[in-house]
């Protein structure tokens, strides 16, 4: 049931995330976009938001993740 209700709440369906840009798009859910990001923008090398997968791209880079957006924004 959790899922179903997360899944009516996005805009999209990430699939690869190839098409998804950090910087300029609302992604995850509203308000989650490049200005939720804690880090100057030139230390951000990631464009798009399968760059923030792991290296088995079955799940986020958490480091990573926590390290753009904090710990507010980690979960």
């Known amino acids: 049931m959790?899922?179903?209700i997360l899944q009516e709440g996005f805009g999209w369906n990430m699939a690869n995330g190839k098409s998804i840009k950090v910087w300029h798009d609302n992604w995850g859910f509203e308000g989650l976009s490049g200005n939720s990001?804690?880090?100057?923008?030139?230390?951000?090398?990631e464009n798009n938001v399968c760059?923030?997968?792991?290296d088995n791209k079955d799940g986020w880079n958490e480091n990573r993740v926590l390290e753009l957006y904090g710990?507010?924004?980690?979960d």
């Open 2 to 4: 959790a899922a179903s």
């Open 51 to 54: 760059e923030l997968l792991n």
């Open 37 to 45: 990001i804690c880090l100057n923008k030139m230390m951000v090398k």
């Open 71 to 74: 710990e507010s924004l980690r």
